[in-house]
Protein backbone atom coordinates (compact mmCIF):
# COMPACT_ATOMS: atom_id res chain seq x y z
CA UNK A 1 0.00 0.00 0.00
CA UNK A 2 1.31 3.19 -0.97
CA UNK A 3 1.12 6.28 1.20
CA UNK A 4 -1.06 9.12 0.41
CA UNK A 5 1.03 11.85 -1.85
CA UNK A 6 0.77 15.95 -0.58
CA UNK A 7 -0.61 18.24 -2.89
CA UNK A 8 0.28 21.60 -3.49
CA UNK A 9 -3.14 23.10 -1.40
CA UNK A 10 -1.63 21.48 2.12
CA UNK A 11 1.07 23.71 1.56
CA UNK A 12 0.09 26.57 -0.19
CA UNK A 13 -0.38 30.57 0.60
CA UNK A 14 -4.40 30.71 0.60
CA UNK A 15 -4.75 34.33 0.63
CA UNK A 16 -1.71 35.38 -2.03
CA UNK A 17 -1.29 38.82 -2.04
CA UNK A 18 -2.11 40.86 -5.12
CA UNK A 19 -1.72 44.10 -7.02
CA UNK A 20 -3.70 46.24 -9.95
CA UNK A 21 -2.05 46.48 -13.08
CA UNK A 22 -1.89 49.72 -13.15
CA UNK A 23 -0.08 50.29 -9.96
CA UNK A 24 3.29 52.41 -10.01
CA UNK A 25 6.19 49.68 -9.68
CA UNK A 26 7.56 51.59 -7.01
CA UNK A 27 4.76 51.20 -4.98
CA UNK A 28 4.51 47.90 -5.89
CA UNK A 29 8.19 47.43 -5.17
CA UNK A 30 7.79 48.93 -1.80
CA UNK A 31 4.54 46.66 -0.65
CA UNK A 32 6.55 43.75 -1.14
CA UNK A 33 9.29 45.02 0.54
CA UNK A 34 7.03 46.02 3.93
CA UNK A 35 4.78 42.65 3.57
CA UNK A 36 8.56 40.25 3.47
CA UNK A 37 7.18 38.41 0.05
CA UNK A 38 8.45 38.38 -3.50
CA UNK A 39 5.46 37.56 -5.37
CA UNK A 40 2.43 39.69 -5.97
CA UNK A 41 -1.07 38.22 -8.18
CA UNK A 42 -1.63 40.98 -10.88
CA UNK A 43 -5.22 42.01 -11.33
CA UNK A 44 -6.76 43.56 -13.75
CA UNK A 45 -10.94 44.74 -14.13
CA UNK A 46 -11.11 41.82 -11.36
CA UNK A 47 -9.12 39.26 -13.19
CA UNK A 48 -5.98 37.54 -13.24
CA UNK A 49 -3.35 38.82 -15.61
CA UNK A 50 -0.34 37.98 -13.98
CA UNK A 51 2.51 37.68 -11.45
CA UNK A 52 4.73 40.01 -10.25
CA UNK A 53 7.86 38.80 -8.43
CA UNK A 54 10.69 40.35 -6.88
CA UNK A 55 12.98 39.52 -9.81
CA UNK A 56 10.94 40.66 -12.55
CA UNK A 57 11.03 43.99 -10.68
CA UNK A 58 14.73 43.83 -10.98
CA UNK A 59 14.94 43.20 -14.87
CA UNK A 60 12.48 46.00 -15.49
CA UNK A 61 14.55 48.59 -13.13
CA UNK A 62 17.64 47.17 -14.87
CA UNK A 63 16.62 48.42 -18.53
CA UNK A 64 18.78 50.79 -20.08
CA UNK A 65 17.00 54.39 -20.80
CA UNK A 66 13.52 53.41 -18.52
CA UNK A 67 12.55 55.84 -16.72
CA UNK A 68 11.76 53.81 -13.05
CA UNK A 69 9.13 56.74 -11.97
CA UNK A 70 6.66 55.88 -14.85
CA UNK A 71 6.59 51.89 -14.67
CA UNK A 72 3.55 50.43 -14.14
CA UNK A 73 3.18 46.92 -12.53
CA UNK A 74 1.98 45.44 -16.01
CA UNK A 75 5.20 46.72 -17.83
CA UNK A 76 6.82 44.31 -15.34
CA UNK A 77 4.74 41.27 -14.57
CA UNK A 78 4.98 37.77 -16.15
CA UNK A 79 1.88 37.35 -18.62
CA UNK A 80 1.96 33.91 -18.49
CA UNK A 81 2.48 32.46 -14.58
CA UNK A 82 2.60 28.96 -14.32
CA UNK A 83 -0.97 28.15 -12.70
CA UNK A 84 -1.93 24.33 -10.66
CA UNK A 85 -4.90 22.74 -9.62
CA UNK A 86 -4.85 22.55 -5.56
CA UNK A 87 -4.88 18.46 -6.27
CA UNK A 88 -1.78 18.79 -7.99
CA UNK A 89 0.76 16.57 -6.42
CA UNK A 90 3.32 18.92 -4.35
CA UNK A 91 6.59 16.77 -6.32
CA UNK A 92 5.26 17.51 -9.69
CA UNK A 93 4.85 20.66 -8.97
CA UNK A 94 8.05 21.28 -7.53
CA UNK A 95 9.85 19.30 -10.17
CA UNK A 96 8.32 22.02 -12.43
CA UNK A 97 9.24 24.83 -10.41
CA UNK A 98 12.49 23.92 -10.33
CA UNK A 99 13.11 22.32 -13.96
CA UNK A 100 11.91 26.17 -15.39
CA UNK A 101 13.29 28.52 -12.23
CA UNK A 102 9.86 29.52 -11.78
CA UNK A 103 9.57 30.97 -7.59
CA UNK A 104 5.90 30.12 -7.92
CA UNK A 105 2.65 28.69 -8.86
CA UNK A 106 -1.02 29.94 -8.99
CA UNK A 107 -3.64 27.81 -7.84
CA UNK A 108 -6.44 27.60 -9.82
CA UNK A 109 -9.38 25.93 -8.60
CA UNK A 110 -12.39 26.28 -11.16
CA UNK A 111 -10.80 29.15 -12.69
CA UNK A 112 -10.78 30.72 -9.32
CA UNK A 113 -7.42 31.95 -7.41
CA UNK A 114 -7.31 29.89 -4.37
CA UNK A 115 -3.78 30.53 -3.35
CA UNK A 116 -0.21 30.56 -4.32
CA UNK A 117 2.76 28.39 -3.87
CA UNK A 118 6.21 29.95 -3.55
CA UNK A 119 9.47 28.74 -3.21
CA UNK A 120 8.91 29.74 0.71
CA UNK A 121 6.30 27.37 1.09
CA UNK A 122 8.06 24.56 -0.58
CA UNK A 123 10.87 25.32 2.13
CA UNK A 124 8.06 25.14 4.95
CA UNK A 125 6.67 21.88 3.08
CA UNK A 126 10.13 20.14 3.43
CA UNK A 127 10.44 21.19 6.83
CA UNK A 128 6.72 19.35 7.42
CA UNK A 129 7.69 16.28 5.25
CA UNK A 130 11.60 16.03 7.10
CA UNK A 131 10.07 16.45 10.68
CA UNK A 132 6.80 14.37 10.29
CA UNK A 133 5.18 17.49 11.57
CA UNK A 134 3.32 20.10 10.50
CA UNK A 135 5.16 23.47 9.96
CA UNK A 136 4.20 27.19 10.35
CA UNK A 137 5.16 29.60 8.38
CA UNK A 138 8.86 31.06 9.95
CA UNK A 139 7.08 34.73 8.78
CA UNK A 140 3.76 35.62 8.41
CA UNK A 141 3.51 37.86 5.35
CA UNK A 142 1.74 41.60 7.37
CA UNK A 143 -0.45 41.63 4.26
CA UNK A 144 -2.38 38.79 5.46
CA UNK A 145 -5.55 39.78 7.56
CA UNK A 146 -6.25 37.83 10.80
CA UNK A 147 -7.58 34.52 10.91
CA UNK A 148 -11.08 35.22 11.73
CA UNK A 149 -13.60 33.33 9.06
CA UNK A 150 -15.02 35.96 7.07
CA UNK A 151 -16.19 36.00 3.29
CA UNK A 152 -13.09 34.99 0.66
CA UNK A 153 -11.62 37.75 -2.11
CA UNK A 154 -12.41 36.15 -5.47
CA UNK A 155 -10.61 36.54 -8.17
CA UNK A 156 -10.91 35.03 -11.63
CA UNK A 157 -8.75 34.22 -14.58
CA UNK A 158 -8.73 36.23 -17.65
CA UNK A 159 -7.02 33.89 -19.61
CA UNK A 160 -5.85 30.64 -18.97
CA UNK A 161 -3.49 28.70 -21.14
CA UNK A 162 -1.40 26.16 -19.39
CA UNK A 163 1.76 25.97 -19.97
CA UNK A 164 2.97 23.39 -21.34
CA UNK A 165 5.70 21.58 -19.70
CA UNK A 166 5.65 17.58 -21.41
CA UNK A 167 5.04 14.49 -19.90
CA UNK A 168 7.20 15.43 -16.60
CA UNK A 169 6.50 13.60 -13.77
CA UNK A 170 9.13 13.81 -10.41
CA UNK A 171 8.39 10.15 -10.39
CA UNK A 172 9.19 9.56 -14.62
CA UNK A 173 11.73 12.77 -15.50
CA UNK A 174 12.48 11.67 -18.93
Known amino acids: MSA????????????PASADEDLM???AEQRMSLDHIRHLVVVGDGHI????SSRD???ALSMPGVDAKKLKV???MSEQPFVVAPDALLADVCLTMEAHRWGCAIVVEHDEVVGVFTTTDALRAVRALATGVPAVPAMRPVHLPPTEPGPRRKFMLRTHKPIDVGHMSAFNAG
Open 25 to 27: LAD
Open 74 to 76: KDA
Open 49 to 52: VGVL
Open 4 to 15: KQPTVSEYMTSM
Open 57 to 59: IGL
